[in-house]
């Protein structure tokens, strides 16, 4: 089966070798070889992948290098990552309240 060129899901600059689960998370994606050499994953997938689990601090060693590795890949400074993380937390808990509050009609 021919499979047709798709771009790679991390930088969107490569073309993708194949499609493979996100480690930690249950996302597919299409990686090209050079983000896969480097462990480099989906950006808005760290930043809201990060947000869910309360931010940076909380999640675990695995967890951190992947965003090391792919800000390290993708030339993103920490500052903006961890900036990305809090506005993504503010919006979920601006949710939650919605939520809340319609409950409480
Ligand atoms: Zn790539």
């Known amino acids: 089966m021919k499979i047709p060129a798709m771009d790679c899901d991390v ?6 070798i ?3 689960c996100v480690p930690y998370v249950p996302i597919s994606v299409a990686y090209g070889i ?3 050499r480097a ?20 999640c675990d060693e ?17 500052e903006k990552f961890t900036e990305d993380v809090r506005i993504e937390i503010e919006e979920f808990m601006k949710m939650e309240q919605t939520a809340l509050m319609m409950e409480g009609d």
């Open 11 to 16: 930088c969107g600059v490569e073309l993708a």
């Open 18 to 20: 194949g499609v493979a």
């Open 62 to 78: 695995g967890w951190q290098k992947m965003v090391f590795d792919t800000l390290n890949h993708l030339n993103i400074s920490f």
């Open 39 to 58: 462990n480099a994953h989906p950006y808005w997938v760290l930043v809201a992948n990060t947000a869910a689990c309360d931010g940076f601090e909380y």
């Open 34 to 36: 050079d983000c896969l």
